[in-house]
């Protein structure tokens, strides 16, 4: 009787030491879970600390801008300057209109600035002028388009379906035009009387600032006539 009373003691105090044991070691799962679930905390730029930096940027470029526009009409000025000082440096005849006989459109020799000119003055009624006109010919279909072929009829009162009658008929590819007796006149004052002698096939150069070459005489072949304009082109 004592014996099952003391067993009996002994397994409610071990149930009872058990149990106070399971209750302390317990962890709190509510607190882990809550622990786990918040977000670790972030900080992120503001717009007020990016504003002035990109502010700065927008007014740097628009004053970049404004600087190159302004430095593009300054240059643009100035190269309108110096071509108006180079046309007034320009002598008279490279100034007087002509007509292209076969377009009919309105020029000047000063209007080929920035080229090579070739000016061949002749007449339609000259044997010598026609087979030299053959080797200009030639050669302009070898030349690039910074050189220009003109061919300046000395006959005043040629008048334009004249001069484009003899253009067709030989088949040239010049620019054809009939100088004015003042023309000529000036180019006579410049060159000498020869000038207005078309039998000598007198011609010569301008080059692309504008200043003009000696004239030359005599029939030229078409290696002539190129190697005359390459100084000149280059």
């Not at 882990?32 to 007014?59: D, H, K, N």
């Not at 070459?213 to 082109?233: H, M, R």
């Amino acid at each position: 009787m004592l014996t099952s009373n003391l067993v009996q003691r002994f397994s409610l105090t071990l149930a009872a030491v058990l149990l106070l044991s399971g209750c302390a070691g317990a962890p709190a799962p509510a607190a882990t879970e809550a622990a786990a679930a918040e977000p670790a905390a972030v900080t992120l730029p503001t717009a007020t600390a990016v504003a002035p930096a990109a502010e700065a940027t927008a007014m740097t470029d628009e004053a970049m801008t404004d600087e190159a526009m302004a430095d593009g009409a300054m240059a643009d000025e100035a190269a309108a300057t110096a071509e108006a000082a180079t046309m007034t440096d320009r002598p008279a005849w490279q100034l007087a209109p002509l007509t292209d006989a076969r377009s009919g459109a309105t020029f000047t020799l000063a209007d080929f600035a920035g080229k090579t000119v070739f000016v061949e003055p002749f007449a339609t009624w000259c044997s010598n002028c026609r087979q030299q006109l053959a080797h200009v010919h030639e050669a302009r279909t070898q030349s690039g388009a910074d050189v220009v072929y003109v061919a300046l009829s000395i006959e005043p009162n040629i008048g334009d379906e004249a001069l484009a009658a003899y253009a067709a008929d030989t088949g040239y590819d010049l620019i054809f035009a009939a100088m004015s007796p003042e023309m000529l006149q000036a180019l006579a004052a410049q060159f000498g009387q020869t000038i207005a002698n078309p039998p000598a096939t007198p011609h010569f150069v301008i080059r692309p600032d504008g200043s003009s070459g000696e004239l030359v005489t005599g029939i030229k072949s078409t290696q002539a006539i190129l190697d005359q304009v390459a100084p000149a082109e280059g």
